[in-house]
Structures are given as C-alpha cells and as structure tokens.
C-alpha cells in the first residue's frame, strides 16, 4: 500500500510541475498573441516548447503546437521578427507581409512580459488571502547552537543571539539571514544581534558550504517532529507514532533536525535513548539504529513533519521581495571574489523544475509562491536588450523608429542567429551546472527531510 502511494505522489508531483511550469510559459506567449491581434500583426504559430512538433492543429489562420524542447515557447510574427533557427522561416514572404509601425510592434513585445507580471500578482493575491506554510523555527531568528572554534564563536555570536540585521540590511528570518550573507559584497559581515536588551554588532568571516556560497554556521531552534514511521523500521518496531516530539537522544538535548540526524548517523548498530513528547506525557524509547549501505550511516526510519504556521504577505511584499533580491544577486555577482556568486549560480529549467518538483511534494502553496519569484524574473529578464529576447526586439524596433526606416533584414538575422547560438550554448551550461548542483545536493543531503514546509529559497 505504501509503495501505490509513493508512485501516486511521484505522478501528481510531475503533473504538477508540468503543470504550473507550462502555465507560466503560456501565460507570456498569450500576452504576445492578444496584442498581436488586437494591433493586427500577422500569426503564424503559437507554440509551448521548441523542436519538432509532438501535436499540431490549425485553428483558422494560426497553427497551435506542442513541441518535443522544453525551453519555451514562441508565438511567430512573421512582421515582428526576423527568421531564426528556433521558429523558422515565415511561409509567407517578406515582401507579401504588410508593414507594421513601430507603435503596433512594441506594445506587442512588452505584452509577454506584462501577462508574467499581472499573472504573478494575482498568485501572489491568492496566497496573500489563504497563506504560506512557514516553518515556525525559520521565523524566529534566535541562535540555538554555535559550533566551539568556528569563526562566528570567535566573532562573539552566542546561543540566545538574535539575529536582527546582515550586511546593515534587516532580517526577519533565517532565509534572509543567508541570502544577505551569501550575497554581502565583503569579505567580512557585519551581523547585528540583540542580546539582553541591547544591540552589539559582530564583525563575521563566513566560511562557503559545498556549493561555494558563504553561510553562517549557526543553528536555529527546530521542533523534531516525527511526522511518519516506516515499516519494520527501528522507531516502528521501538513504538514511535506520528506526533511524537523528540526532545532527546542519549541525554542530550535536541537543537534541531540536523542534531537528531548527526547523532543517529554516527550510532549504528548502538542503542539510543530516545525521549519524546506525546500528548503531554514524556516517553523513553530504546531505538537501535540500523546502518543503512547506500547512504553509509544509520537511520531509524523516521520521515519528519515541521512544525508550522501560516503567513499572510501582501502581494507588494511578495514582488517586491523578488525584485530586490534580483537587484541584490547582481551586486554580488559584481563582487564576485568576496561573494563566490556567479553565473554557476544561475538555475536553468532542470534547476526550476527540481524546485517546483520539491515544492509541489510539500505543499502546492509552496510551488505557487515559487511561481510569484519564476514570473516575475521572467518578465524582467526578457526584457533584456539582448536580441532573441523581447527586449532585443524592442531595441531593434526604436532604432527603426529613430532611423524611420526598416533596419537590413540580412543583418538582423545573421545577429539573431549568432544569438541564438550564444543562448543555446548558455543554456547547456546552465543546465551543465544544474545537473552538477543537484548531484552536489543529494550527497550532502541525503538526511531524511521535513515533510512540508518553509517557503522555497528566495
């Protein structure tokens, strides 16, 4: 029974995330289709997807398409563009097509762009209204644990610090916390924390994780909560049930997820004395961890649930969230030598997908609020001056305006084709770094996870 369930989760997580990713590329290429019609361009095609095509129909003059790439989609305005590799060439010559002014092309280009933008406020509207799961340890900002000799304990960061600013900028949660470290434009990071009523600021050197991004090695408060047992597991055979609290193991109080795990991983084969908290009464388990070959340490067979609550942020915050963060990973890629950020850092559709994927396994609010930050960076970043992107046509488009005369057609396909090579080779290596990121992940995090619930990495 428990294996049905599984492979039912797998396919409702993949329906979804094909999903919620398709939507966002049909909502962008729609605004370039309604405008187009509406200023009377020409349409050719509207396709999700590039390649050859998986399924084709002509509805009266416009061919709707699903294609074999999952890199996008296209509308194809044979008057708006010049051809390229990716959409081909217009059956209808150039010389049949009727001109076009430039103030019917560019709303049409900006149209994409603005439909990513209004279908973010109204997910962001949505969630404002019925709320986000947040892990309640993620919003209390309070250090439980500094490791003794690491350099935040020689700064002075102590157990019972609140963290309250990073970098001078202000911090509600442990997510802020390590994007403003991660994305601070100095070596040295200043964290201001309360401390008995007053504020003291600590002068931090973060050392970088596996994944070259700096962190501060501190850890916050986590409720550990056992959310399910496996069967014939240690902790099922031992008697603990959904619910239970750990609170302890061999004495030792918990400070988080990370604590029990560390713990049980180093005591196979060794009995552990494990205390919980179940409806008000304190229980003592004795649980044997059995060693597990492929991830090479040893488990209980716990699958843990978070301890949560809801948030309620207003659209504005949510978007405008997104756009400050965009504008802060740019000033960290500039000073890239303190910082590490670069263009590795960049997530491609393997990376966007493997997030929705995760984010829809835990909480389909989760994924949306994800869709808020994936529409908004694309509305912003095709608008780009770059051509192949919206804002390259745009530019193309006010240089005719300003020279009141078509620009060379030969000219602008050899740069659209240059282009499209350029992106076609960013993409792999994007796609290159996804795949190596992701394999980075699962080895350092093959713990078992909480099953729900802190809002996807900004």
């Known amino acids: 029974m428990e294996t049905v369930v599984y492979i039912l989760k797998i396919v409702y997580c993949i329906v979804m995330v094909l999903l919620l990713f398709n939507v966002t590329i049909f909502v962008h290429e729609y605004g370039h289709f309604l405008l187009a019609r509406w200023r009377?361009?020409?349409?050719?095609?509207?396709?999700?997807?590039?390649?050859?095509?998986?399924?084709?129909?002509?509805?009266?003059?416009?061919?709707?398409?699903?294609?074999?790439?999952?890199?996008?989609?296209?509308?194809?305005?044979?008057?708006?563009?010049?051809?390229?590799?990716?959409?081909?060439?217009?059956?209808?010559?150039?010389?049949?097509?009727?001109?076009?002014?430039?103030?019917?092309?560019?709303?049409?280009?900006?149209?994409?762009?603005?439909?990513?933008?209004?279908?973010?406020?109204?997910?962001?509207?949505?969630?404002?209204?019925?709320?986000?799961?947040?892990?309640?340890?993620?919003?209390?900002?309070?250090?439980?644990?500094?490791?003794?000799?690491?350099?935040?304990?020689?700064?002075?960061?102590?157990?019972?610090?609140?963290?309250?600013?990073?970098?001078?900028?202000?911090?509600?949660?442990?997510?802020?916390?390590?994007?403003?470290?991660?994305l601070a434009p100095t070596a040295v990071v200043d964290v201001s924390v309360l401390r008995n009523g007053k504020t003291e600021l600590l002068r931090i050197t973060p050392s970088k994780n596996a994944l070259g991004l700096r962190e501060i090695n501190a850890d916050s408060k986590q409720s550990v909560i056992v959310g399910e047992t496996i069967e014939g597991a240690p902790a099922r055979v031992a008697g603990l049930k959904p619910g239970d609290r750990i609170v302890s193991v061999n004495r030792a109080k918990l400070r988080n997820l990370d604590h029990l795990v560390a713990i049980i991983s180093a005591s196979s084969d060794k009995s552990c004395e494990v205390r919980v908290d179940r409806d008000g009464r304190r229980l003592t388990f004795n649980i044997t961890p059995k060693f597990n070959p492929d991830e090479k340490r040893g488990m209980i067979g716990i699958r843990f649930e978070s301890d949560t609550i809801l948030i309620h942020p207003t659209p504005i915050k949510q978007i405008t969230a997104v756009i400050l963060q965009m504008g802060r990973f740019i000033g960290a890629f500039f000073h890239h030598k303190e910082t590490g950020v670069g263009v590795k850092d960049l997530a491609g559709q393997i990376g966007i997908v493997d997030h929705l994927y995760r984010a829809v396994a835990s909480d389909i609010r989760l994924a949306l609020y994800f869709l808020v930050l994936l529409n908004v960076n694309l509305a912003i970043l095709n608008l780009l001056p770059l051509p192949v992107l919206d804002g390259g046509h745009i530019m193309f488009t006010l240089l005719e305006w300003i020279r009141k005369k078509p620009l060379n057609l030969r000219l602008m396909e050899g740069i659209q084709t240059a282009f499209v090579v350029l992106l076609l080779a960013f993409v792999v290596y994007v796609s290159f770094n996804d795949v190596k990121r992701l394999l980075l992940m699962r080895g350092i995090g093959s713990k078992p996870e909480p099953a729900a619930t802190a809002p996807p990495s900004k």
């Open 40 to 182: 009377g361009l020409q349409v050719d095609e509207f396709s999700i997807w590039f390649g050859p095509a998986i399924w084709q129909k002509r509805i009266g003059d416009v061919l709707f398409s699903l294609r074999s790439i999952p890199l996008g989609g296209y509308v194809k305005l044979p008057q708006l563009q010049p051809d390229d590799p990716i959409e081909g060439k217009s059956q209808t010559p150039k010389e049949q097509l009727p001109p076009i002014r430039p103030i019917d092309k560019i709303p049409t280009l900006f149209a994409g762009s603005v439909f990513n933008f209004l279908f973010a406020i109204v997910i962001a509207t949505f969630l404002w209204i019925v709320g986000v799961p947040v892990d309640r340890s993620l919003i209390d900002t309070t250090v439980c644990y500094v490791a003794e000799n690491s350099a935040e304990s020689a700064a002075g960061l102590r157990a019972g610090d609140k963290i309250v600013a990073v970098g001078g900028n202000e911090v509600h949660d442990w997510i802020d916390i390590k994007i403003e470290t991660a």
